[in-house]
Each structure stands twice: as C-alpha cells, then as structure tokens.
C-alpha cells in the first residue's frame, strides 16, 4: 500500500471533483503522487543520491569529532558551509564556537581566517560565533524582499536549560534569532529567546516561505518520548507561531527523526523537501564504541509545512560498508541545497565521535529525488484535472535506449485534444508538447511509459 497522507489526499480529491488543479506554468515534481489520479504498470520510486568527495575533515583544534548541525549556503558565486566546532563538551558548553567554511565550486572548501574569536589557543580561525548558542547555530540566506540589508542573513540558534521536563520545553531557554550583513559578523537581534516551546537539541532550522510569504522554522521536540519536528511560523523572525508537531498518515511509523535538514525546493518553492536523520536508538552495530544507536537518512516532502507525505519508508542515505558510519549520530543531511545545471548538491556527515569526522558531497539529477517509472513491460497513468497558463508542456525525464514516454492531453470525456509523439532519451527541461490552444481549458495528461522514469513537469510560459 502507498503510504501518502490521507488528509492531503482526501482534500484534493474533493477540489479536483469540483474544480481542476491550477498549476500556472510552476514545475511539479514527483516526489508526491499529488498529480496523479490512476495509475497501471508504474510506480513511485524513490532515487538514491551519488556519493561524492570528502569536502572538509574537521581536524582543526577548534573543531573536533562532534563538530555536527552543518548548513551550506548558496550567495551567488559563492558557498558557505556552517558548523559547530566542538570537542565534546556539555550542550551548554559556552566553550562552543560557530565556524564557516568558504568554496566556489561546492567541492574544495577552505577555511578563511578571520581573526574574530580566539578558539583552540588563536584567533587564526575561521570562529564566527562562541557560546551555547553554537551548540546548533543553523544561518540561512533571507530571500525576504522586505529584509534590511544589514540582516541579508538570518539565524537560530540556542538550546533549553537544564531540569525536570527540559524536553517539554518547560524550562528557561530556547532559540535566539540572529541577523548578519555579510554571514560573517552576527548580532542578536533580541536578547531573549524568540521560540521558547520545543526542546530544541538539534539542528533547528529556518528559512523564508516566498510562497506563502513568512518565515518558516522547523524545531525538534519530543513526541511520547520520541524525537520528533515542529513547524512554526513568523511574519518578522521574532514573533512565532506556536508549534505544530508534524503530521503523517496513519500506516506511518513513528520514527526518531534527529535532524530535518528541511528547505524549499529550488525550483518548486511551493514544495517542501526534508531529509530526516534517523536515529535506531536501539541498535548498536559496533560493540566498543561508546554510544548507542545507529541512523541514516530518509525522504519526506511536504505542500503545508506540516502534513508531510512519506511513500518511502526505505533509507534515503545507508550507513554503507564503512564501520565509522554504523556508530552514533552519523548519516546527518546538512541543511541546503547548492543548485547546478545539471546536478544538485547535498552533503552529509560521517564518523561522528571518530578522529577523522568528516563530511561529504551527494548529489543528485536536477529535481531528481522521485519519479514515476514503470520498467519494460510499460505502464501509464492518468493526472487529475488540471489547468495552466503556459504554452508548451516540459518534462525531466529519462528512458533507456529501448524505452519511451508518450503523452496526451485529454478532456473530461476521454477525448484526445493533443498528443506527443513517443519520446525516448534523458532531458532535464524537454519541450514535448504545444498546449497554447488549452491554455484556460480543464485537461488530464494520460502518460504512457516503458522503461522510463519522469521526474518533474510544468507548462511553461
């Protein structure tokens, strides 16, 4: 059985019987089966990211083997990947310190020496903050058209005080809101806590919702004593919402998820993708290690914010053949996406509590992360009611050297009103099909497949 979320599915059924799905010219990616309304012979199948290089070893003296919380920026040309540098100390440890590395390419990362803090015995470092707020310091771009150019960077970061019920959120403490001009040189922006109702013992991140015009964060929590995410909200980064935890479909298991690594995608801001740690508290892979657990990461999307569709139970990220991995809180999505014509980057963390902790690239097709395939005996499914505005149907799709996509659109009766001669190759951005006489009118796409996967479509202007 498909897991998807029967709320989110149950609405769009009832708007698709009384109105079509207006798609504008947006891309809609196949991360969800939200387009589709019947399908034979194919299936929603989830696409493993690539393994990469090592980009950064933290074996600086102010870093460390529980340095952890990384998040990779894209500012034009440029690549900031943030971190905690930590030796193993106390979540309270004021000896914490927030470090940024710098790259041009997402690959060869270098660490700027800014003379601003002194940690590990200089200020040779490449330190942008220390405190306990750098226990899970977590910046992003603020992408806000109203944002002061003196707060062009946002960040959270701190975590609740000690005592009975901490992970309640019943004690003192919380997240912090941060600005920055340049991501290098931050201030507070308030002195106490803007979200005080979490646990917040993670990566607690945030980010500017462009569609729906708010800042959007996601915190940890516990949920029956289970690591869990909550969403909240804010029109000006200081005054939030109160939290939501995350919703899924009952066949859904409640799993521990450590880390979120939540962002818009790229292309489909609309959208929402999350690559969960998660933690197996009950497994321990290597016997003398000191702690328990093991993780990796998973897939999740989501059109809300809050309820989240998850169709893949199966990992996103294995631990793999290296030992290193199989010990406690590895596996742990950063939080970013860094764009390219052809490939996105992600990046993940390895040998957490070892000497060589570490952390390295993934990458992925261009809005590559599901699709709908169906294999060589063919298959095909039909979309759900739909209108748009543009003039020409784009697909990212891929076949074999014996496979084919064909399409046609479709009125409400069946009737073909336009079709697409068979497609066979691999394009990220395929012009098939001119819809411009359909622009206004209500259609379904009938899409016929062999041995092929299609990852993304829109009706571009």
């Known amino acids: 059985m498909k897991r998807h979320l029967a709320l989110l599915f149950l609405a769009v059924c009832s708007a698709t019987a009384a109105e079509p799905l207006d798609l504008a010219s947006r891309w809609e990616l196949f991360v969800d089966e939200f387009l589709v309304a019947q399908k034979n012979g194919v299936t929603h199948k989830l696409h493993d990211p690539i393994k990469r290089e090592i980009v950064l070893t933290t074996d600086q003296p102010w870093e460390g083997m529980t340095c952890a919380y990384f998040s990779v920026i894209q500012d034009g040309k440029k690549v900031l990947m943030y971190y905690r540098g930590s030796s193993g100390g106390s979540d309270h440890s004021d000896a914490q310190v927030t470090c940024v590395a710098e790259s041009t390419d997402g690959i060869h990362f270098t660490r700027p020496k800014l003379g601003l803090i002194e940690a590990g015995g200089t200020k040779d470092n490449n330190v942008i903050w220390r405190g306990v707020e750098s226990h899970n310091f977590s910046p992003f771009l603020d992408t806000n058209p109203n944002s002061r150019p003196e707060e062009r960077f946002k960040a959270l970061g701190g975590v609740k005080q000690p005592g009975k019920n901490w992970h309640q959120g019943e004690t003192p403490g919380g997240l912090y809101a941060f600005a920055s001009a340049d991501g290098i040189h931050w ?34 929590i516990f949920s029956n004593k289970v690591r869990a995410v909550q969403s909240c909200t804010s029109s000006d980064f200081l005054a939030w919402s109160d939290g939501i935890p995350h919703r899924y479909a009952k066949d859904v298991p409640m799993e521990h998820f450590y880390t979120s690594a939540t962002v818009p995608c790229p292309t489909a801001p609309h959208l929402f993708l999350s690559f969960p740690k998660r933690f197996v508290t009950t497994r321990k892979k290597v016997p003398e290690h000191e702690g328990p657990g ?28 290296d030992l290193k991995n199989w010990t406690d809180r590895n596996n742990m999505t950063a939080n970013g996406i860094i764009t390219g014509d052809t490939e996105w980057s992600l990046y993940i963390s390895e040998h957490y509590r070892h ?13 590559g992360f599901a699709s709908m395939h169906a294999d060589a005996k063919g298959g095909e499914f039909t979309t759900h009611p739909l209108k748009f505005t543009g003039k020409n149907l784009v697909l990212n799709y891929s076949t074999s050297a014996a496979g084919s996509i064909q399409i046609d659109a479709l009125d409400e009766s069946g009737k073909v009103l336009a079709a697409m001669p068979e497609l066979y190759g691999d394009d990220l951005e395929a012009s098939v099909l001119d819809v411009s006489k359909l622009i206004g009118q209500s259609i379904r796409l009938r899409v016929k497949m062999k041995d092929a996967d299609l990852y993304a479509l829109r009706f571009a202007d």
């Not at 201030?187 to 646990?199: C, F, N, Q, R, Y």
């Not at 000497?355 to 809005?367: E, G, N, P, S, W």
């Open 187 to 220: 201030k507070k922006m308030k002195d106490t806590p803007v979200i005080t109702k979490g646990a917040f013992d993670s990566q607690n991140l945030a980010f500017y919702d462009t569609t729906r015009s708010r800042y959007a964060c996601f915190s940890r």
């Open 294 to 321: 093991v993780s990796d990461a998973v897939f999740m999307s989501s059109r809300d914010g809050v309820s989240w569709d998850r169709p893949f139970l199966e990992a996103w990220v294995r631990p793999g053949p």
């Open 355 to 367: 000497a060589d902790h570490r952390i390295r690239r993934l990458t992925v097709r261009k809005q």
